[in-house]
């Protein structure tokens, strides 16, 4: 009888010990969850925010080209009606297009490092992604064992309890 007492309470024992594994388990998959979310909305915003400056930045290269075509047409008119002689025009204009080419310049370099750092993000949120995935996995081999651990000791049990029934009946 007191050999079957400490066989329930080692069964009581496995099954806290379940529970808590199972506690655990639920707890390590909702925080996952949770930072993959978080990643995940991050990088929408960032992915936002990038497509935001890109759309501004293809904005001020248009707005650009087309103040040159008018700075263009604008010159052409002050050089007919200016007295200025063809070479300060020359000038003038060369330098104009010189400040509108590095500023073009400047523009397509910033849209590159906005490329770049739109590709990273993406390259993390697959990084963060495969290790959430891994860790789904590692919690799946961990449940998987668990169960048959449960279930060896369960049959353990009942081959002991029905082991004590039997010398029980003898007795």
Not at 5 to 18: A, G, I, Q
Not at 47 to 70: A, G, M, P, W
């Amino acid at each position: 009888a007191e050999e079957v007492k400490r066989l329930y309470r080692e069964e009581e024992m496995w099954e806290e010990e379940t529970f808590k594994l199972q506690t655990e388990t639920a707890d390590i998959s909702e925080r996952l969850g949770r930072e993959l979310k978080s990643v995940q909305e991050d990088w929408e915003e960032e992915k936002i925010k990038h497509k935001i400056q890109e759309e501004k930045l293809v904005e001020s290269v248009r707005v650009l080209t087309f103040d040159n075509d008018k700075l263009l047409q604008e010159r052409e008119k002050e050089k007919l009606i200016s007295s200025k002689s063809h070479l300060e025009l020359k000038a003038d204009y060369d330098d104009q297009i010189t400040k509108l080419n590095a500023t073009i310049s400047c523009l397509r370099n910033d849209l590159e490092r906005e490329q770049v750092l739109k590709d990273e993000g993406e390259k993390q949120v697959e990084d963060l992604a495969q290790q959430f995935e891994k860790a789904e996995n590692e919690m799946e081999k961990m449940q998987e064992g668990h169960e048959f651990n449960k279930k060896k000791l369960k049959e353990k049990m009942e081959a002991k309890i029905n082991l004590l029934e039997n010398k029980s009946e003898k007795l």
